[in-house]
Structures are given as structure tokens and as C-alpha cells.
Nanobody, 126 residues
Framework: QVQLVESGGGLVQAGGSLKLSCTASERSFSDRTMAWFRQAPGHKREFVAGITWNGSGADYADSVKGRFTIARDNAKNTGTLQMNSLNTEDTAAYYC???????????????????WGQGTQVTVSS
């Protein structure tokens, strides 16, 4: 089974930037849509951004559109999430996910993803 490992989280001041990375243990991850979700304490896990298997399409939650950029490098089995202009509402644990079936679309629902990383914490201070 594919394992996903996130990195790059940390503490940053409002207005700052962070870049998250997700590394997959197998190349099969490159054949599927990947996405980033986040979960703040007391809140449900929510979709942040996703990208199709070949990078030709991407989708973003309205709350991060224009600030976050998702990318992937299939040759390295990695995906990234560049986060700019961070604000305190972006504070959450961020999870990388691989879709069960989707390749050319970007589902926003949790059940469309069957492979998850352990999460990396992002904390934005005011």
C-alpha cells in the first residue's frame, strides 16, 4: 500500500509563506489525483487544493484561491503546496491524500480519497 509522508509545516507569522511537501512510497501514486486537506481543532477536515494525475488540472477552495499553489513532480513521486499570504484562519493540520479512482478530475469529498498521510501542522500567528 502506498504511504504518504508530509513535511514542511511549522510556525509562521501572518502574511508569511510555507511550502508543504508530500512524498509517496510508490510510483502508482503518480497515476491518481492528489489533494491537500486540512483540519483545524473542532472543525471537519476540508478540501484545500487538488491536482490531476498529470498536473493538467487543479482546483482550489475559495478560501485559498490566489494564495496557494499546488504542484506535483511525478518523476519524484512528490507533491507540493505553496502557501502565501497566510493568515490565522489557515492554522490547521494539513493532510496529503491520494484519490481512489480519480485521475482527470479533482474530487472535493473525503470519501474519494483512500490514501492519507499523517499530517503536518501549520500554525499562523497574528
Amino acid at each position: 500500500q502506498v504511504q504518504l509522508v508530509e513535511s514542511g509545516g511549522g510556525l509562521v507569522q501572518a502574511g508569511g509563506s510555507l511550502k508543504l511537501s508530500c512524498t509517496a512510497s510508490e510510483r502508482s501514486f503518480s497515476d491518481r489525483t492528489m489533494a491537500w486537506f486540512r483540519q483545524a481543532p473542532g472543525h471537519k477536515r476540508e478540501f484545500v487544493a487538488g491536482i490531476t494525475w498529470n498536473g493538467s488540472g487543479a482546483d482550489y477552495a475559495d478560501s485559498v484561491k490566489g494564495r496557494f499553489t499546488i504542484a506535483r513532480d511525478n518523476a519524484k513521486n512528490t507533491g507540493t503546496l505553496q502557501m502565501n499570504s497566510l493568515n490565522t484562519e489557515d492554522t490547521a493540520a494539513y493532510y496529503c491524500a491520494g484519490a481512489t479512482y480519480a485521475r482527470a478530475s479533482v474530487p472535493r469529498i473525503l470519501i474519494a480519497y483512500d490514501t492519507w498521510g499523517q499530517g503536518t501542522q501549520v500554525t499562523v500567528s497574528s
